[in-house]
């Protein structure tokens, strides 16, 4: 069973905006560092952002071409983890995958990822 | 900053073994730590080294990783190969500035 479920992908147009959600089910949500990991079509994985937890701050860090445009936030009581993304680029779409990641850096679960489509 | 680089792809025939390469390209590769990723066409990337030399449970004893210092890089050999191993393969790693790095990415393919 996969337990990170992404949604809220679909087709929107440059300079306009999109929040994705990841529900999170069968992992301890609370305790758990969250990433953004996307892939655009026929390319390589490309890091997009992290959030840390509650005790650790919770603060953010953004891949460089995302920063001042995405953000990152979670909800630990519905074991959520958002992607807002405002002032989307053609080159923004991707598959974005949710996914946990331990102190050593290691990506352990993955979502299956929901498709963004940034087009006129 | 740092950068992952690994060949575009390499081919063997079945039962052969295979060797990708993930060069750092500046900073110790032994630095921080090394995970390998597979990716089977239209799935999401799965484990298969972690911690540079580390195999999670259910993945092949024929998958071993290694770093190699004095190339500044780190290795995903599979041995044996099968054809259930055709895939895209990733290194990662990470820094404190740098955070999150994937590899070029790999194509397996068996002939």
């Known amino acids: 069973e996969v337990p990170l479920a992404e949604s809220g992908g679909g087709l929107v147009k440059p300079g306009g905006s999109l929040r994705l959600s990841c529900a999170a089910s069968?992992?301890?949500?609370?305790?758990?560092?969250l990433t953004w990991v996307r892939q655009a079509p026929g390319k390589g994985l490309e890091w997009v952002g992290r959030i840390k937890t509650k005790t650790a701050g919770g603060t953010t860090d953004y891949a460089a071409p995302v920063t001042n445009r995405f953000t990152i936030s979670r909800d630990d009581s519905k074991h959520t983890l958002y992607l807002q993304m405002n002032n989307l680029k053609t080159e923004d779409t991707a598959l974005y995958y949710c996914?946990?990641?331990?102190?050593?850096?290691?990506?352990?679960?993955w979502g299956q990822g929901t498709l963004v489509t940034v087009s006129s | 900053n740092f950068m992952l680089t690994q060949p575009h792809s390499v081919s063997e025939s079945p039962g052969k073994t295979v060797t990708i390469s993930c060069t750092r390209s500046s900073g110790s590769i032994a630095s921080s730590y090394v995970q390998w990723y597979q990716q089977r066409p239209d799935s999401a990337p799965t484990t298969v080294i972690y911690?540079?030399?580390?195999?999670p449970s259910g993945v092949p004893d024929r998958f071993s990783g290694s770093i190699d210092r004095s190339s500044n890089s780190a290795s995903l050999t599979i041995a044996g190969l099968k054809t259930e191993d055709e895939a895209d393969y990733y290194c990662?790693?990470?820094?404190?500035?740098?955070?999150?790095?994937f590899g070029t990415g790999t194509k397996v393919t068996v002939l």
């Open positions: 990662q790693s990470y820094d404190d500035t740098t955070l999150f790095v």
């Open positions: 996914t946990t990641v331990n102190w050593k850096g290691h990506f352990d679960y």
């Open positions: 911690e540079a030399s580390q195999r």
């Open positions: 069968g992992i301890t949500f609370n305790n758990a560092w």
